[in-house]
């Protein structure tokens, strides 16, 4: 009896396991719960140069779609680095009277309780192309095919996805996501708007105060009606200190000019809620302004030495009894330069000069 009982129990438990992996496309099979199956990916040259079905990704038979109902469908893909991303699809479930109805749904994690990243309903006959970028991750698929019975209705029952992807890339490893992984430019540096990430950050230093201009040109990887973007500049307490717009309707660059920037460092933020876009961002920065007075600290008779402090970084002149002698403000704004014997009476000149040739000066008499 208990051999018998233990058979019945595993019998069971397999007819279970069974009906599981028959039905799991049904509508109430939770998200969390699903089995969501891999897509492969192609890789191409150039996203906007394909044409035809999919010839990747899944193509199969819909084999509980029996009658009319609900029945929902999980899948996944994996992208190594961000990409502009092509979908495919093309379902053929009934044939007569646009009888289904088919929703794809593109989402970040697998429960799908954010904003989906592409949400389209089509009719059951059609086909759609969705074309996006994407950051590197996981992206889970949702298929729900919504099928009506009719009269003289023919199931087919068939489903096609293909996943493209041609790799895009940015300046620097960072991904630029946050004003923390802000990528870091020198004159200039290629960012990606995702439609996972909806902006991209740059960052630049301002040595001494300067007057400086950023150029910011979008590049759309295929077409659309437009693309607004948003510029935005802050500074690194993440003050915004500057804003303009870039209107698709009327070109796809902007500039922005800020005058007597202060030393620091500051951050670019290109935004947009509408598409998916390569940013070319550049910044100029020129110094047109005279370093302070030097502070002449230390020049007392039967000395061989001017000191004081003033702008880091910059050459020093000390201009004594016909002569010039050079030295460096260092890094801690200090310096010291070894000059002859100073005298009682006569008067000496230092002068900074920074890297730009703007100079100030300052005249002290020897007591």
Do not use: H
Not at 121 to 146: F, H, I, P
């Amino acid at each position: 009896m208990k051999v018998l009982r233990k058979l019945l129990t595993s019998f069971a438990a397999v007819l279970v396991a069974v009906l599981l992996s028959v039905i799991p496309a049904l509508a109430d099979t939770d998200d969390l719960s699903a089995s969501y199956k891999d897509i492969s990916i192609s890789k191409v040259d150039d996203i906007t140069d394909l044409a035809g079905a999919p010839d990747a990704g899944i193509n199969e038979g819909l084999t509980e779609i029996t009658e009319k109902g609900v029945y929902t469908y999980y899948y996944k893909f994996k992208l190594s680095k961000p990409g502009y991303v092509k979908i495919q699809s093309y379902a053929a479930l009934v044939e007569y009277n646009f009888q289904s109805d088919m929703k794809i749904q593109l989402s970040t994690n697998k429960n799908f309780d954010e904003d989906p990243v592409i949400e389209s309903w089509m009719d059951g006959s059609d086909g759609r192309k969705y074309m996006t970028a994407l950051e590197a991750g996981t992206y889970y698929l949702k298929v729900t095919c919504d099928v009506y019975e009719d009269e003289d209705w023919t199931n087919n029952r068939k489903l096609s996805i293909g996943i493209y992807v041609e790799e895009a890339s940015r300046s620097g490893k960072s991904t630029g996501a946050t004003m923390k992984k802000a990528i870091s430019m020198g004159s200039s540096a290629t960012g990606l708007i995702t439609n996972t990430s909806k902006n991209q950050w740059f960052k630049f230093s301002v040595p001494q105060k300067s007057d400086v201009t950023l150029k910011t040109i979008i590049q759309k990887p295929y077409e659309w009606d437009r693309l607004d973007c948003y510029v935005y500049v802050y500074n690194k307490n993440g003050a915004q200190i500057a804003y303009n717009p870039i209107w698709g309707s009327d070109g796809n660059s902007t500039s922005i000019k800020l005058k007597g920037i202060n030393k620091g460092t500051y951050y670019v933020m290109v935004s947009t809620k509408a598409g998916t876009c390569t940013v070319k961002q550049s910044v100029s920065i020129k110094d047109r302004y005279k370093p302070a007075p030097p502070k002449i600290t230390s020049y007392k008779k039967n000395t061989n030495y001017v000191s004081g402090s003033g702008e880091a970084g910059t050459t020093v002149i000390v201009k004594y009894n016909g002569k010039s002698y050079k030295g460096n403000v260092n890094s801690k704004g200090k310096f010291k330069v070894k000059v002859a014997k100073l005298k009682s009476g006569k008067k000496i000149t230092v002068t900074l000069k920074d890297k730009a040739g703007n100079a100030s000066s300052k005249t002290v008499k020897i007591k």
